[in-house]
């Protein structure tokens, strides 16, 4: 059974930081891309970034670029967000994913974690 397990989110202030982390099981986590996607209320779920086999960050939306770090250790099965300088317009649920290649050209995940907020006040 393939579970993505999120941490790290939370209430920061403007200007702050935070790390989000989600600790994978039950999958060959290096064959997978993985990514972490948002989802605000009353707007799609978004990606923020992506990050390929070789630890290559892939697809960082345009809103969190120079802000958002996406790093991952394969060896601990786990995929990290850093996210500096955080805005309000970044408080949304924070997704962690697994999928194919295709996820890197807008393709659906596979897997998906529960979630974790991310809420970031002016």
């Known amino acids: 059974q393939v579970q993505l397990v999120e941490s790290g989110g939370g209430l920061v202030q403007a200007g702050g930081s935070l790390r989000l982390s989600c600790a994978a099981s039950?999958?060959?986590?290096?064959?997978?891309?993985m990514a972490w996607f948002r989802q605000a209320p009353g707007q799609k779920r978004d990606v923020v970034a992506a990050?390929?086999?070789?630890?290559?960050?892939?697809n960082y939306a345009d809103s969190v670029k120079g802000r958002f770090t996406i790093s991952r250790d394969n060896a601990k099965n786990t995929v990290y967000l850093q996210m500096n300088s955080l805005k309000p317009e970044d408080t949304a649920v924070y997704y962690c994913?697994?999928?194919?290649?295709?996820?890197?050209?807008?393709?659906?995940?596979?897997?998906w974690g529960q979630g974790t907020q991310v809420t970031v006040s002016s």
């Open positions: 039950g999958l060959t986590f290096s064959n997978y891309i």
């Open positions: 994913a697994a999928g194919t290649s295709t996820l890197l050209n807008g393709g659906i995940p596979r897997y």
């Open positions: 990050i390929d086999w070789n630890s290559l960050p892939r």
